[in-house]
């Protein structure tokens, strides 16, 4: 069974700086999406970024990028001039291929909580 | 992209009944998921709700204790029965869309309260 890790339980960054959030997870599958969603206290969970694991190139959002080391089996989150508004939890998420055209369920981790600091 | 509804938005019940939460999407959706978000945790899957065929369930999750119904491919119910304090959280809906992407879309979730 696939696993994901996030091993920050809180994290906290100044305004204007740059954080890194971790991810690892644990899969024997070779195809695979990885995914981080953030969650303000409103509760609803916001897409910031998708990696599919067969393109070797990491995935650009404006100010969210990732580094994905395949091998490694590490997702990590790169918040770049991190903002007022970027503070929430963070949530790794895991997703195998669909099958029979229909999307599986997202595996996720127990969240970074992120504070940005004024 | 897919918007979901997701009714109610919060809820207090008292111990021992039961609430139903509806999920509405506006496009047609081959799989619907529940999950369950326990204070300051993550997210848990409870069933996949297929249309057409029995909800499947995750371990430690049972028909009888979270009934749901998948009438068609736009909507879907969980019930929490016989509730306790335990099943105080947050649950939410999520689906993925038929055709392309792979985002999962989330409803608003409903935060329950039992007293």
């Known amino acids: 069974a696939q696993t994901v890790t996030q091993s920050q339980p809180e994290m906290s960054v100044q305004e204007a700086e740059t954080v890194t959030l971790s991810c690892t997870y644990d899969?024997?599958?070779?195809?695979?999406?990885l995914f981080w969603y953030k969650q303000p206290p409103s509760r609803q969970m916001i897409l910031v970024i998708r990696?599919?694991?067969?393109?070797?190139q990491n995935a650009t959002e404006n100010r969210f990028s990732v580094n994905f080391q395949k091998a490694a089996k590490s997702f990590s989150l790169k918040i770049s001039d991190s903002q007022l508004g970027d503070a929430a939890m963070y949530f790794c998420a895991y997703r195998s291929p669909p099958k029979g055209g229909s999307q599986g369920n997202l595996i996720f981790g127990k969240g970074t909580k992120l504070s940005v600091k004024p | 992209s897919a918007v979901i509804s997701q009714k109610p938005s919060r809820d207090i019940c008292q111990r021992g009944t039961s609430l139903t939460i509806q999920c509405q999407v506006d496009s047609q959706v081959t799989m619907m998921f529940w999950y369950r978000q326990q204070p300051g945790q993550s997210l848990t899957l409870i069933a996949t709700?297929?249309?057409?065929?029995?909800?499947?369930?995750e371990s430690g999750f049972v028909i009888d204790k979270f009934p749901i119904s998948r009438p068609n491919l736009t909507f879907s119910t969980l019930t929490v029965s016989n509730m306790s304090p335990e099943d105080s959280s947050i649950y939410l809906c999520s689906v993925g869309l038929r055709t392309g992407g792979t985002e999962a879309f989330f409803g608003q979730g409903t935060r329950l309260t039992v007293v």
């Open positions: 899969t024997s599958e070779s195809d695979y999406y």
């Open positions: 990696q599919e694991a067969y393109k070797q």
């Open positions: 709700a297929n249309q057409g065929s029995e909800a499947t369930y």
